[in-house]
């Protein structure tokens, strides 16, 4: 009979033994895993318990904000459409997305010492109140911005040229996050089905050929090395083709007018390099880039940013200055100096390529977001400003301001839709060839006033045709906004 008992006992033993072992494990050893399960109905309820912070223009206007219902669970609501690609969604089916993923741990108050108020809170399991942030936006000029853009696929920044500051973030098709944040499956499911892809920011995710406006940053590197003056002049064939490169004719007469390529006036077969700029002549572009040749044209390429990754508040696709894996030969050299080839860009790359001339040679880091501020206001983290690349002298800078604005104000400028009575607007226009029967990209590039710049304006319509009659009327109107808001 003992030894039944003591059988019995081992039992109880082991059974003890293995309860004690399964409830350590699940309660110690894979706690954490567990409740950071997005299945975790704990995890889920006490997220919707967050008074997650707010965001802020840098105007104080509540772009973001939090509404409690009766049972005590937290609800995001946006107050401008225009800034979701910019402000992101907070969705529990979905996630998060832009600064509302970037800067969630904030917005949770999850970061240890940016509130003692909301760590106090969470030890007392009371509600915790999420940092706010205050972003460069201006509200009033992102309503005017968006208001401009064409219902097409197209995008738009406004930026202060000197402090990297992002006055207005526009992107064509958007959407609404209300919608996604209250979990709209259908809603949800139509994004994601839509072709033109309403979920991509534009601005810092599109992808394309710049076109002419990459001149800017050709004629830069000409100037800054003194491979090239100003006053460097082309004449006949050297200003309007045909020319050939390793076997390559570009614009040959005999298949094609050189006309749309060199974008000359009609008598004019001679230009200087200023001028060549303010027409627009690929041939002359062309000539630049082979003369620079591909180390330093590729050096300077890089100093703009082109192959590198952009630091700033949302992700940013990396731009390129030639397709991966593909050879960088002559034919693509002068290709790419004019703004094709194998070149695809971001619209916030061709924003700093223009802060650079604005900003006598410098590009500032871009900001989004000002600050954050805890829920009693005081400062927890504020913006990195500074210098992020120095591409070129301010000398070289200035020239190159010199003949951008040329561009717009000159005789003949093919930026001329740019002009505003009394300010000097300095520009570069672009149209971006993407192949086949499509039409091509419009771009406009620019900045002003040209002698004390205040805003820097970059501006793409996808396929929307000549970037002189398309990109540079929308640019004028934002230009006019900004200046109008920021007397």
Known sequence: MNVNIRRLGAFFLVIFA???????????IAASSMVGRA????????????????????????LAQRTIDAAGLVHRSYSDPSLSQVIGYDSLRYGKSEL?????????????????HSFIDQLEHKPVVGDNLTLTIDDRLQQQVASFLPGSPSAAIVANPHTGEILAMASNPGFDANQVSADNASYWSSLLQDPQSPLVNRAVDG??????????????AALDTGVETLDTQFDGQAATGPLTVDSHTFCDNVIQSCAPFNNLPAGVTSVSLEQALMYSDNIVFAQVGLKLGKQRFLDYARRFGVDQTTPFDIPVQVSHVATPGETFDNVQLASTAFGQGGLNVTPLQMLMVTEAQANGGVIPRPVLVKQVTSPDGSVVKSASY????????????AQVTAAMVQVVQGTGGSGFEAQIPGIQVAGKTGTAETGGSSLPHAWFVCFAPAD???????VIVEHG???????????????????????
């Not at 002419?212 to 004629?219: D, E, G, N």
């Not at 500074?386 to 800078?397: D, F, I, N, V, W």
């Not at 004390?452 to 970059?458: E, G, K, L, T, Y």
């Open 39 to 62: 299945d975790n109905p704990r995890q889920q309820v006490a997220s919707l318990e967050i008074r997650r912070g707010l965001i802020v223009d840098r105007n104080g206007v509540v």
């Open 100 to 116: 509302e993923s970037t800067y969630d741990d904030y917005l949770t108050g999850k970061v240890l010492g940016t509130s003692w």
């Open 452 to 458: 004390h710049p205040r805003v820097a304006v970059v």
């Open 465 to 487: 045709g000549e970037g002189a009659f398309v990109a540079a009327p929308i640019a004028r109107k934002i230009l006019q906004a900004a200046l109008s808001i920021q007397q």
């Open 207 to 220: 992808y394309y050929p710049p076109g002419s406006t990459f001149k800017v940053a050709t004629l830069s």
């Open 18 to 28: 293995v309860m004690v072992g399964d409830i350590t494990y699940w309660q110690v």
């Open 386 to 397: 500074g210098t992020l690349y120095q591409p070129e002298s301010a000398a070289t800078a």
